[in-house]
């Protein structure tokens, strides 16, 4: 079994970095994600006790002072580093120009999902997961959409 400093890759391309007891995460170590986040963590026994989560951004998760994109101040942290855009011009995503959205498919993050296959794939068009009823639902009403959609009041012709 894997014990002190190591590096692991796991199937999904996920990389940890850090030091290992009785082959499980154990003491002070990162997990790299494919999306280019990472989770800096306090590991005991193969659990974190103690981490702080990173976005590709450089943006970091905070539970207890968390004021990203809510209702007070509705910016994109890309926006709150190097300001807004000019009036009439909208930012949709974090990342501007936002990626294009295959037809048919929603952008949940972390990559696309297909309602129809209820897989969900990475930017670079490979598998990450299956769907649940919730994340499918919630997809459905949060996310962006790969298409064009009348909303709200049709006129009669």
């Not at 800096?40 to 990203?68: C, M, N, R, S």
């Not at 993050?109 to 919730?134: E, H, M, Q, S």
Request: with cysteine.
């Amino acid at each position: 079994r894997m014990e002190g400093e190591a590096e692991y890759l796991l199937p999904t391309e996920t990389k940890y970095v850090g030091e290992m007891k009785d082959g499980m995460f154990h003491g002070q170590g990162t997990l790299y994600f494919p999306s280019g986040s990472r989770y800096d963590a306090i590991w005991e026994k193969g659990l974190a006790v103690k981490g702080t989560y990173t976005f590709p951004d450089g943006l970091q998760y905070d539970a207890q002072h968390w004021h990203y994109c809510d209702s007070y101040d509705r910016r994109f942290y890309t926006e709150i580093c190097y300001g807004l855009k000019p009036a009439g011009i909208s930012q949709l995503t974090n990342i501007d120009p936002p990626r294009k959205i295959p037809e048919g498919c929603y952008d949940c993050g972390d990559g696309f999902y297909n309602p129809v296959t209820r897989i969900i794939k990475d930017y670079r068009n490979r598998f990450l997961r299956n769907a649940d009823d919730d994340e499918h639902e919630w997809i459905i009403k949060t996310c962006r959409k790969g298409w064009d959609e009348i909303v709200g009041h049709r006129p009669k012709l």
